[in-house]
C-alpha cells in the first residue's frame, strides 16, 4: 500500500468523451446535478488561507506507512511484475492492423462466418526505437491468403499473427511507406489481387460467394468454395499484443517527463520515474492526445476519460509520493480556480507572480514562497520542490480543510459480527473470532508508528444489536443488548471505542467468550441497516471517521428499518423490467449512505449467504461510502477459510484515506463530466468518499466546453483531500498533461484500450440500472462500429470495403468489447445467480486497469510447455478451447477465479508430481488445495499459484478441473474468445459482426 513516502513518479493520461443518449448517471456513485447540499469542507474549494506566516518550505518525505503485514498476508505487488521499458511501439505514429474479411451473403451477423482474411499491419514511425523496415507477408492458407507489411523491428507485426506452416514471405524489407499528414503511417494495403478468395481468380479458392461483390473490390468470378471461417490465428491476438508490450517497454524505466506519452500497458511491469507527470499506476487515460474540437471528439466517439487511483499502491523501488509542509500558510493556490501549485504553473515578473495553468489567472507569489527565475523563466528551485517538479505529491492540510475546522481524531474500527444461526453453525463466528485476536495487532499504521493509532469497537448482532464495553480497566467486558433495532442508539461511549494494546485482555477474553455465548443460539433472522447505523452513530459520538468490518450472511427479514424480501426473480431476465434487478428495493440505504458520508464512516461487507440475500441492495451503503463486498456463497470453514481470512488481513491492514474528498480540476476547453466509482456526490464537482483505499479506482470522464489548444495541451490535477489513518489532514495532487490534436489520426495513435473498455465496461456496467440489458449492449457495438468507422473513414489508407482496418492501438478493441457484452452482468448463463451479477457489477465499478483487463480476458498459462528450471511464469495461450492440449495442465486467472486445467491425456509422471495419484482418473475434480510435495514441478505450480494471488487484490480460491468432466462446463465460461452458452459470440463471429457494421457506417 502506499501512502506517502517519497517522491514518485507519473506518467500521462487519457481524455474522455461522449456520452451515449440513453443512459446517463443512475442513483449510484455521483450524479451530477444532484440537488443535495454541498458538504462543509472548510476552505477545501473556499478562500485561500491567507499567508501570514513564512515557514522554510518544509519538504519532508513521509514516515513510511507502516502496513508491515504479517507474514501470511503478502501484499499484492501492484498488479505488475516486472519493470521494463518503452520505445518500440510507443505508437506515436501507430501503425494500424488490417484483417480483410469477406462474409458470405446471408451468414449471420453471429455465427460461424467464413472469412478471408487479410492481415497486415503497417510500418510504424515511432518516436522510439530505430525506423522501422517494412515488409511484404503473404501466406497462403488453404484456401486464403494472410498478406500484410511487417515491420519487423517492431510490434512485431506480422508476428501479432501467427503464420501457419507453409506460409511465405514474399517482398523485400523495405523503408515504411511515406506518411500522409491525416493518415496512419503508412502501408499500403495489397490491392492487387492477393489477397484472398474474394479478389479475383487465385489458386486455391473460388467462391459460391454470390454477394462477394457486394463488398467492393471483388471483381473476380464467383468460384465454388467451401466456406471457411477465419483462421483465429489471422485475428489480432491479446497475447500477441501483451507479449510485445512487454519486450519492447519493459525493459526501461517510464520517464514521465514528456506531455502525452502513452505509458507501457498494465501488463507490462515496468518502473515509472516522476518528472512532472503522474505515474500511470495513478492515472490512465483512455488517450494521450485529445482532439482539440467537440466536433472532432464526437466524430471520433471515442471516449475522453481518465482511470484514477488516487491512493495507489506502489512496487517497493518507487517512492510514495513527498509531503510538503507549507506551515500555517497552507498549500498555495490559484486564487481563481483554487488549483493546487504544480510544475505547469508559470512563473512571471522576476517570479513576483505566476499565472495559473488552468485558468490563466495572475496571481501574486506571496513573500515567503518568492524565489528568483533562472534565464529560462524556471524558478532556481523548482528541483527542491516537489510542488514544481513532480507530477505526484502531497501537501500538509491545515485547519481550514478540516471538518469544523477542528483537526480530526484517528479514525476508529469498529467489527460487527452477525451471531445469527447460520453464522454460528458455518463456523465462521469462531473462526473470525479467533482471527480477531492476532489480526488486531496488524492495523494500519503509518510514520513508523509502533501502534496503531486506529481504536477498535466490537458489535454482535442477529434481530437485536449487542454492544461491548472493553475499557482496559474492565475485568471482563460487559455486553449491552439494544433491542429497540427501529431508533438507534449507542448505549455506551466511554469504554466501547478503545486502544488494542491498552484494553488487549478485555478483546481478548471478548472473543474468547462471543461463540460460547451464541453457540446455542436458535435464532436466525438477522437486521442489517440497524447495525450500519449503530456503527456509525458510534463513530459520531466519538467525533472521529472510521471503517465499519459488517459480517453478514442473510436477507434481513427481521421487523426493523431496511427490512428486505426475497425479490429475485430470474424471469426478469430479458425483460423491461431486468434492470429492477440491480436497483436497490428501498431507499432507505441510499440514505443511510448519505448519513455515512458525512460522518466518513466507510463500510466493508462480508456476505456469508447461503441462499439470495440482495447483494444489489446490501451493497449500496458500501458502494457509496467507498468501501468493499466480499462475498464467499455457502461458506464452510474447512472450504473457505484460507480465502475469506486473506481477504481480511489485507482489507484490515489497508491503508485507507478516510473522510476524503476528491476534485479533478482541468484547463480551459474541457472539464470532468461524469464518475465512476464507489462514492458519493452530492453536487457535481464534488467526489465525496468515506474512505478511499489503495486498490480504489475513480474513473472521470471529461467532455470540450471550448476549444482546445495543440501548443498548450490540456491539464488534468486531482486533488484528494483525506485524513491519514494516524489522523493527519493531508492534500494528495496528481497532475498530468495530454497532447492536443487537429488531427484525428494523432488520436487513434495515443488511444489506451484497456483503459477504453475500463472505461465502457463500467459505462455499460451502470447503464443496466436505467435500461434494458440489450439496449446496453447495442449501444456499446454501435460506440465500437463508430469509433473503428471513423478511423476507417479518416485515417486509413484507401482500400477495399471487404477489409477491417483497426488502428495499432486498438486491434484488441473488438476482442475485448466482447468479453464486456458477453459478461455475466451483459449476457448472463443459467448458472449465474442474481446476487452474482449485482455483485460483479458492483467490482467491477471500482477496478483499475489492470483488474478490468484480466478479469475480462483471463490469462490461461501452460504448465508445462516451459521448463521446470525457468523461474518466470510462462507465456499465455489464448483464451480458447482450440489452445487446450489434452497432454497439458493450464492455470486460467482472471482475479478472482483460479482454475487448474488437466487434461485427459498428462503424462502419469505429471500425474503423480503433482497430485500424488497414479493416474488421472485418480485426481479429485474440484479439488482446491494441492499437495505439497517436494519435486521441481510441484514447487513450480505452487509457486506460480501463490505469485498470481500475490499480484491481486483479493485472494483467488484454486479449483481443479478434470477435461471432460462436469466442473469443465464452469471453466469453459473463461474461455472468452468461444462461443458461450448463454449465447456470447465468439471472437471470429463478433469480429465478423462488427466489420459489419462498421461497413454500414460507412455505405
Ligand atoms: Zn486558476
Known amino acids: 500500500m502506499n501512502v506517502n513516502q517519497s517522491a514518485p513518479p507519473v506518467p500521462p493520461f487519457g481524455q474522455p468523451q461522449p456520452v451515449y443518449p440513453g443512459y446517463h448517471q443512475s442513483g449510484y456513485g455521483g450524479q451530477p446535478g444532484s440537488t443535495a447540499p454541498p458538504t462543509s469542507y472548510g476552505a477545501y474549494n473556499g478562500p485561500v488561507p491567507g499567508y501570514q506566516q513564512t515557514p522554510p518550505p518544509g519538504v519532508s518525505r513521509a514516515p513510511p506507512s507502516s502496513e508491515a503485514p504479517p507474514a501470511s498476508t503478502a501484499q499484492a505487488p501492484c498488479g505488475q511484475a516486472a519493470y521494463g521499458q518503452f520505445g518500440q511501439g510507443d505508437v506515436q505514429n501507430g501503425p494500424s492492423s488490417t484483417v480483410q474479411m469477406q462474409r458470405f451473403p446471408g451468414s449471420q451477423p453471429f455465427g460461424s462466418v467464413p472469412l478471408a482474411p487479410v492481415v497486415s499491419q503497417p510500418a510504424v514511425l515511432q518516436p522510439f526505437g530505430p525506423p522501422p523496415t517494412s515488409a511484404q507477408v503473404t501466406a497462403q492458407l488453404a484456401g486464403m491468403q494472410i498478406s500484410g507489411a511487417v515491420a519487423p523491428a517492431l510490434p512485431p507485426v506480422g508476428l501479432g499473427y501467427a503464420l501457419p506452416p507453409g506460409s511465405q514471405m514474399t517482398g523485400p524489407p523495405g523503408p515504411p511507406p511515406p506518411m500522409h499528414s491525416s493518415q496512419q503511417p503508412g502501408y499500403q494495403l495489397q490491392q492487387n489481387g492477393s489477397f484472398g478468395p474474394a479478389r479475383g481468380p487465385q489458386p486455391n479458392y473460388g467462391s459460391p460467394y454470390p454477394g462477394a461483390s457486394t463488398f467492393g473490390s471483388q471483381p473476380g468470378p464467383p468460384q465454388p468454395l467451401p466456406p471457411k471461417r477465419l483462421d483465429p490465428d489471422a485475428i489480432p491476438s491479446p497475447i500477441q499484443v501483451i507479449e510485445d508490450d512487454r519486450n519492447n517497454r519493459g525493459s526501461e524505466p517510464f520517464v514521465t517527463g514528456v506531455r502525452g506519452q502513452v505509458p507501457p500497458l498494465v501488463t507490462t511491469n515496468f518502473l515509472v520515474k516522476d518528472q512532472g507527470n503522474a505515474s500511470p499506476r495513478y492515472i490512465r487515460c483512455t488517450s494521450y492526445n485529445i482532439p482539440c474540437t467537440s466536433d472532432m471528439a464526437k466524430q471520433a466517439q471515442v471516449p475522453l476519460a481518465a482511470v484514477i487511483k488516487p491512493l495507489a499502491r506502489l512496487p517497493p523501488e518507487e517512492a510514495s509520493p513527498y509531503v510538503v509542509d507549507h506551515g500555517e500558510s497552507g498549500p498555495l493556490r490559484c486564487n481563481r480556480c483554487k488549483a493546487y ?176 455465548m451464541f453457540a446455542d443460539t436458535r435464532e436466525t433472522e438477522t437486521v442489517f441497516a440497524p447495525v450500519i447505523q449503530a456503527g456509525m452513530e458510534a463513530l459520531k459520538a466519538a467525533e472521529c471517521a472510521g471503517k465499519l468490518f459488517l459480517f453478514h450472511t442473510s436477507l434481513p427479514i427481521a421487523e426493523a428499518p431496511g427490512k428486505l424480501k426475497n425479490r429475485d426473480d430470474r424471469k426478469l431476465i430479458n425483460t423491461d423490467k431486468e434492470k429492477t434487478l440491480f436497483q436497490p428495493q428501498t431507499g432507505a440505504y441510499q440514505t443511510l449512505a448519505k448519513e455515512c458520508v458525512a460522518q466518513g464512516c466507510c463500510v466493508d461487507l462480508f456476505l456469508f449467504p447461503n441462499q439470495y440475500v440482495d447483494v444489489a441492495t446490501l451493497s449500496v451503503v458500501p458502494q457509496l461510502t467507498g468501501g468493499s463486498v466480499y462475498k464467499y456463497a455457502c461458506f464452510q470453514v474447512e472450504n473457505d477459510q484460507e480465502r475469506f481470512l486473506s481477504d481480511l488481513r489485507r482489507d484490515v491492514q489497508k491503508v485507507v484515506g478516510f473522510d476524503a474528498v476528491m476534485r479533478v480540476r482541468t484547463s480551459t476547453g474541457i472539464r470532468a463530466v461524469d464518475f465512476f466509482g464507489a462514492f458519493y456526490m452530492s453536487n457535481t464537482t464534488d467526489v465525496e468518499l468515506a474512505g478511499l483505499d489503495g486498490d480504489k479506482t475513480v474513473t472521470v470522464e471529461f467532455k470540450h466546453d471550448d476549444r482546445l489548444n495543440e501548443e498548450s495541451g490540456a491539464l488534468l490535477q486531482c486533488a484528494l483531500l483525506y485524513t491519514s489513518c494516524a489522523g493527519q489532514r493531508r492534500l494528495r495532487i496528481h497532475n498530468l498533461a495530454l497532447n492536443c490534436c487537429t488531427q484525428l489520426a494523432d488520436l487513434y495513435r495515443n488511444c489506451e484500450t484497456d483503459t477504453l473498455i475500463n472505461y465502457m465496461a463500467k459505462f455499460a456496467y451502470r447503464g443496466v440500472l436505467n435500461s434494458p440489458v440489450k439496449t446496453v449492449r447495442d449501444t456499446l457495438i454501435t460506440q465500437c462500429a463508430q469509433i473503428l468507422a471513423c478511423y476507417r473513414k479518416n485515417c486509413a489508407s484507401p482500400s477495399s470495403a471487404g477489409q477491417l482496418i483497426l488502428p495499432e492501438c486498438m486491434k484488441l478493441l473488438p476482442v475485448y468489447l466482447n468479453c464486456v457484452l458477453k459478461s455475466d452482468v451483459l449476457q448472463p448463463g443459467a448458472e449465474v445467480t442474481t446476487d452474482d451479477r449485482a455483485y460483479v457489477r458492483q467490482l467491477v465499478t471500482s477496478m483499475d486497469v489492470a483488474e478490468t483487463n484480466v478479469f475480462f480476458y483471463p490469462r490461461l498459462l501452460p504448465l508445462t510447455k516451459s521448463p521446470i528450471e525457468s523461474a518466470t511464469e510462462p507465456p499465455a495461450v489464448r483464451a480458447s478451447e482450440e489452445r487446450l492440449s489434452n497432454g497439458d495442465i493450464y492455470l486460467l486467472e482472471n482475479g478472482l477465479n483460479l482454475f487448474l486445467w488437466v487434461g485427459a491425456s498428462v503424462q502419469q509422471g505429471v500425474v503423480q508430481s503433482l497430485f500424488s495419484v497414479s493416474s488421472f482418473s485418480q485426481i479429485t475434480s474440484g479439488l482446491s488445495v494441492l499437495p505439497v510435495l517436494d519435486n521441481p514441478l510441484s514447487k513450480k505450480v505452487r509457486g506460480l499459484i501463490d505469485s498470481l494471488r500475490a499480484q491481486r487484490s483479493r485472494y483467488m480460491k484454486l479449483i481443479v478441473v478434470k477435461q471432460e468432466d462436469k466442473l469443465e462446463m464452469l471453466f469453459k465460461h473463461f474461455l472468452v474468445e468461444d462461443k458461450s452458452l448463454s449465447g456470447g459470440a465468439s471472437y471470429v463471429d463478433f469480429l465478423c459482426h462488427m466489420h459489419k457494421e462498421i461497413r454500414q457506417l460507412l455505405s
Not at 474492565?474 to 455486553?479: D, G, H, N, T, Y
Open 341 to 516: 501549485m504544480c510544475p505547469f504553473m508559470q512563473f512571471i515578473e522576476g517570479g513576483r507572480r505566476f499565472q495559473c495553468c488552468f485558468c490563466s489567472c495572475i496571481n501574486d507569489v506571496p513573500p515567503q514562497y518568492f524565489q528568483h527565475l533562472d534565464h529560462t523563466g524556471k524558478r532556481v528551485d523548482a528541483y527542491d520542490r516537489p510542488e514544481l517538479s513532480l507530477g505526484s505529491y502531497e501537501f500538509l492540510a491545515t485547519v481550514d480543510y478540516c471538518k469544523n475546522n477542528k483537526f480530526p481524531s484517528p479514525p476508529a474500527f469498529i467489527f460487527m459480527i452477525d451471531v445469527s444461526y447460520n453464522a454460528i453453525r458455518s463456523g465462521l463466528v469462531r473462526l473470525l473470532c479467533e482471527e480477531l485476536k492476532s489480526l488486531l495487532d496488524f492495523l494500519p499504521r503509518e510514520g513508523g508508528a509502533e501502534e496503531s493509532a486506529i481504536r477498535v469497537g466490537f458489535v454482535t448482532y442477529n434481530k437485536v444489536l449487542h454492544f461491548y464495553n472493553v475499557k482496559s480497566s474492565l475485568a471482563q467486558p460487559q455486553m449491552m443488548v439494544v433491542s429497540d433495532v427501529a431508533d438507534m442508539f449507542v448505549p455506551l461511549l466511554d469504554g466501547f471505542l478503545v486502544n488494542v494494546s491498552e484494553s488487549r485482555a478485555v478483546i481478548t477474553s471478548l472473543l474468547d467468550q462471543i461463540p460460547e
